[in-house]
């Protein structure tokens, strides 16, 4: 038997049908699934929050992450400090403020990068099939299958440390992923008959690729956008904590962590890894929200 | 039809309403029929109608975000009447009666067979869950049963998977399957409209001598008055949730009724008929069931209607067998 | 009537054959013969019914001849009002383009037939732009019209597909292969995905823009039903072939091949007084990977002899009222005409 409360709901909204409260407004349907995702909204406003605070650093906290000051070096969170000061007295919250903003934008620059490498490629290569489509799938699988570190520690020690050596990494390893989801699309658009119909007036392969059908492929991909993104942040997080990413001079989230090696900070002096743990922790889970509440909301087979 | 020793199923008002997207939408708001032992029941309309709902309702198939609001659906088993309205959805009695005394065939063979399983093994799943047969014995069922439902070299292709049955055949192992524990009552859900028209007439053989050789009650849904004219003893005209017409084929081809009726009857081009036939499509499209008209549903559509319309018609009888639920049918058909 | 000098498009002899690979290698290891050697002439301003069920390549047909998917053997030939003949499968993509203008197609499908991410004008302004309607304002005037030629609002350019029933979506589609005036319209099973009540408006809206426009039609449909009603004449084919060709009153009346004879008596009719009695025939409908030998309908038909298995039946021409009538069988026991 139904249980006792979905019973309720539908006596509840057959109510306010048949007395003419429910109106069909023509709303974005895909919004309101959104809406109607708690967790999704949750995940947005938590993001919204990091971000925002992140971009007006320099209003909200007065000190210059870089600046060190060896008289109040491992002062615990105080009024002054909201987070403390690290090992060289410099304040942390502020280096978690500036640290986001890089870890952010190597996460999303290079995730949509990624995709838009990925798109390039995967929707004319989806589309048209050929020897673009085989060769552009041999070599992404090559990218995928190669593990990160090893390229990581390649341009380390060839290059040195550096943001745009993330950078690169990301990207090359990243595309394969979103090239491999775009070409599937592609491959059922190309089926639809609104494709045909455009062939059939002679209309250029470009036009229909990159006008027409990619627009209808955003969808998955938008998704596994936000999902690259946390993943990098993830990743530069522990590059950076084993002294990989980006040099020590930029603060990154990660690279705050890295004094968490130090076993007497893991024990003593809390201030300096846990709130920059928990920031990461929250940001990468906010955004897996909002991905999977856009993966449902673009379903069309889950009932709203 | 007061003659309970050869009714198999009767419905009386049933509503299913649906409550997805935090709307109601009253998919079938009050239908009554009868489904007769050994007699074919087509229930007729357009996509939309609620004639899927309702053999979903009977076999309570029906998804989470929905229930039965009213009415009452009637199984007459051997001597026992059983109430499937007040059955737990998936509680043992309604699980026992599914798929051995009422069975279901679907419109697409292509998806409704598992791809992973051979056919012999899903008819066998049929029989080892209704049946106490052993091994052997519901092989050599499974086989006879292929062998029945006509389908060539048996005892091969009970060990071969679907997707090496053709679409004709996909659809006759899966009528093989329903028949499999001998049901009282067959609903088939526009079995036959994705198949081709040369394979259509070889299952609506087989169904025609289901119907001879088993005595089975078949309740046929389909949009295709052609279908209807050829299998129907008995015929429901749904529209919008409701049944606009019933009766005996005879009294519905010859003497459509309703409104409705007579509009469907005469926007087809009927084979045999020529070149200057006059089709006359129905005017407008189906409502928004979220927005529907009040009273009879196909008032705005109706070229009779007025403002008595505005309120939802009861039924009339018009012989002992023939129903039709409109205010105006006095005045439009004289037969 | 139509002229029967007027030939508007010419087949001859089209093949359409898919590679079937397999193993490491892809090597081809057989064909699907979707379309398998076709002559038909389509005359000015007729609906040439093309009818048949699934297999028969009357999809892949009326794609060839749009070039959608390319022949693999034989000529599609348009001729011109001044009696000019292009052979099309001879030309480039670019040489194509004029001729696109003059062929046009409305798919099955009403739900995968426009792109939901555009508006309506955003899907129809793009063959415009193509083929020189430069100014915004004159596209919206023309797309305007075109709405309104197939019975919808003006206002209804701006809305998306989703907000469309499947027979608003139809017309629109119609709307859509009109854009450019095209002088022949290949319907690619046009009403068969549309409940019956809507088949007859859209029907009707066929059959009324013909007359306005001076169309030609390429009716491809499994409803033989329909073709009754719509079609000057009709083409049956089976496997790949045309089995029968011939005007409609006479595919009914004057049945030649046991095909079209066992495909007519199959039809459910809505009329009590009118059924006959059904050929059904034994078997499935083949596959078109591999034809049987001779006959392609042999193993199915009702009436075959031993020549049926071993000999091909060319398609011959007959007489029926007068009228032409062509079919390959050997068992026909009319005159042939030259």
Redesign the interface.
């Known amino acids: 038997?139904?249980t006792n409360s979905?019973?309720k709901?539908?006596d509840k909204?057959?109510f306010?049908?048949?007395n003419n409260k429910?109106v069909?407004k023509d709303q974005n349907r895909l919004l309101n699934k959104f809406l109607n995702n708690k967790l999704a909204v949750l995940g947005l406003i938590l993001f919204t929050i990091i971000i925002l605070a992140t971009i007006f650093a320099p209003l909200l906290s007065p000190y210059d992450p870089l600046k060190v000051d060896l008289r109040s070096m491992r002062q615990p969170p105080s009024l002054d400090h909201w987070f403390g000061t690290d090992n060289t007295g410099r304040d942390v919250f502020s280096r978690v403020l500036y640290g986001g903003r890089v870890s952010i934008f190597v996460g999303l620059g290079s995730s949509l990068m990624a995709a838009l490498i990925g798109l390039a490629i995967g929707c004319y290569g989806g589309y048209r099939g050929g020897w673009v489509d085989v060769i552009a799938l041999r070599i992404s699988e090559i990218f995928t299958s190669f593990p990160q570190i090893i390229l990581v520690l390649l341009l380390v020690s060839i290059t040195g440390q550096s943001l745009t050596n993330l950078f690169v990494i990301f990207i090359l390893t990243g595309w394969g992923g979103m090239y491999r989801l775009s070409r599937a699309r592609m491959l059922s658009l190309r089926e639809e008959e609104y494709v045909q119909a455009l062939e059939s007036f002679g209309i250029s392969t470009f036009k229909i690729c990159y006008k027409h059908m990619l627009p209808n492929a955003l969808g998955p991909v938008m998704v596994m956008i936000t999902l690259s993104t946390a993943m990098f942040i993830l990743t530069e997080a522990g590059l950076s904590f084993l002294g990989l990413g980006v040099p020590l001079n930029v603060p990154t989230w990660g690279n705050i962590l890295n004094v968490a090696t130090d076993i007497v900070v893991l024990q003593n002096y809390w201030w300096m890894w846990a709130p920059v743990g928990i920031v990461i922790s929250v940001f990468v889970l906010a955004v897996n929200f909002i991905g999977d509440g856009l993966r449902d909301s673009t379903d069309p087979s889950q009932?709203? | 039809m007061e003659n309970n020793k050869n009714i198999a199923l009767s419905v009386k008002d049933l509503k299913t309403?649906f409550?997805?997207?935090?709307?109601?939408n009253k998919a079938v708001n009050g239908v009554s029929f009868d489904i007769e032992k050994g007699k074919t029941l087509c229930v007729v309309g357009?996509?939309g109608c609620g004639k899927s709902v309702t053999a979903s309702t009977i076999m309570q198939l029906l998804?989470?975000?929905s229930?039965i609001?009213e009415g009452e659906i009637t199984f007459y088993k051997d001597d026992e009447k059983i109430n499937i309205e007040k059955l737990?959805?998936n509680g043992q009695k309604m699980r026992e009666i599914r798929g051995s005394d009422i069975a279901m065939i679907f419109q697409d063979p292509m998806t409704a067979l598992n791809p992973v399983f051979t056919v012999g093994f899903q008819i066998a799943e049929n029989l080892k869950y209704h049946t106490n047969m052993n091994k052997k014995e519901i092989r050599e069922k499974t086989i006879s049963l292929l062998d029945d439902m006509g389908i060539p070299l048996p005892e091969q292709r009970v060990d071969e998977y679907p997707h090496s049955y053709?679409?004709?055949?996909r659809q006759r192992a899966m009528i093989a399957m329903a028949m499999a524990c001998n049901p009282k009552i067959l609903i088939a859900d526009e079995p036959t409209t994705a198949l081709?028209?040369?394979?259509?007439?070889?299952i609506?053989?087989l169904m025609d001598n289901l119907k001879k050789n088993y005595n089975t009650a078949i309740m046929l849904i389909t949009?295709?008055?052609?279908?209807?004219?050829?299998?129907a003893d008995n015929v429901a005209v749904m529209y919008m949730g409701n049944i606009v017409e019933s009766g005996t084929?005879?009294d519905v081809?010859?003497r459509p009724t309703h409104p409705y009726t007579k509009?469907?009857?005469d926007?087809?081009?009927?084979?045999?008929?020529?070149?200057n036939?006059d089709?006359?499509?129905?005017k407008g499209?189906?409502p928004?069931p979220?927005?529907r008209p009040v009273g009879c549903q196909f008032a705005p559509r109706c070229s009779f209607a007025d403002n008595t319309c505005e309120v939802m018609p009861e039924i009339t009888n018009i012989s002992s067998s023939h129903d039709v639920r409109c205010h105006k049918y006095k005045e439009i058909f004289q037969y | 009537m139509t002229d029967k000098n007027d030939i508007v498009l010419q087949l001859r002899d089209v093949e359409v054959h898919f590679p079937v690979k397999a193993g490491v290698f892809k090597r081809t290891v057989a064909h699907v013969k979707a379309v398998d050697g076709v002559d038909v002439d389509i005359y000015r301003g007729e609906v040439l019914g093309l009818a048949g069920?699934?297999g028969c390549g009357k999809t892949t047909l009326g794609k060839a001849i749009l070039r959608l998917v390319e022949p693999t053997k034989g000529e599609v030939s348009y001729i011109s009002p001044e009696k000019d003949m292009t052979e099309l499968t001879s030309l480039s993509k670019k040489e194509m383009d004029p001729f696109r203008k003059k062929l046009q197609i409305v798919f099955q499908d009403p739900h995968s037939s426009l792109n939901p991410a555009f508006t309506i004008f955003g899907s129809l302004e793009e063959p415009l732009k193509k083929y020189g309607v430069k100014s915004r304002n004159e596209r919206r005037k023309i797309i305007g019209d075109l709405l309104e030629a197939v019975n919808m609002r003006r206002e209804y350019m701006d809305r998306y597909p989703h907000e469309f029933?499947g027979?608003?979506r139809q017309r629109i589609g119609i709307a859509r292969a009109l854009c450019i005036g095209p002088e022949i319209i290949v319907c690619d099973e046009a009403v068969s995905a549309l409940?019956?009540?809507?088949?007859?408006?859209v029907?009707?809206l066929l059959m009324k823009l013909r007359k306005e426009r001076n169309l030609t039609y390429l009716f491809i449909t499994?409803d033989?039903?329909?073709t009754?009603?719509?079609c000057d004449r009709i083409a049956v084919m089976y496997l790949g072939r045309i089995v029968e060709l011939c005007r409609?009153?006479d595919l009914?009346q004057n049945t030649l091949h046991p095909y079209s004879e066992?495909?007519?008596?199959?039809?459910?009719?809505?009329?009590?007084d009118?059924?006959t009695k059904?050929i059904?025939?034994e078997g499935?409908?083949p596959s078109p990977v591999n034809p049987p030998s001779g006959c392609p309908f042999h193993p199915r038909c009702p009436k075959a002899q031993d020549i049926c298995k071993s000999k091909v039946p060319p398609l011959k021409k007959y007489t029926t009222n007068g009228n032409e009538h062509y079919a390959s069988c050997h068992l026909i026991d009319l005159p042939e005409v030259n």
Request: with cysteine; charged share 25%.
């Open positions: 038997m139904k979905l019973n709901k539908f909204i057959r306010l049908e048949e429910l069909s009932q709203g | 309403y409550y997805t997207n935090n709307r109601c357009e996509s998804p989470t975000l229930r609001e737990e959805r053709s679409g004709g055949m081709d028209v040369t394979i259509q007439a070889q609506f053989e949009h295709d008055m052609g279908v209807v004219a050829e299998l084929a005879d081809l010859r509009a469907l009857l926007s087809v081009p009927v084979l045999g008929r020529g070149r036939q089709i006359q499509p129905i499209s189906t928004d979220y927005d | 069920e699934s029933s027979g608003q409940d019956v009540s809507i088949q007859a408006q029907l009707q499994h033989l039903s329909v009754e009603y719509l409609s009153e009914y066992a495909l007519i008596s199959a039809i459910p009719v809505a009329d009590l009118k059924k059904r059904v025939l499935d409908v």
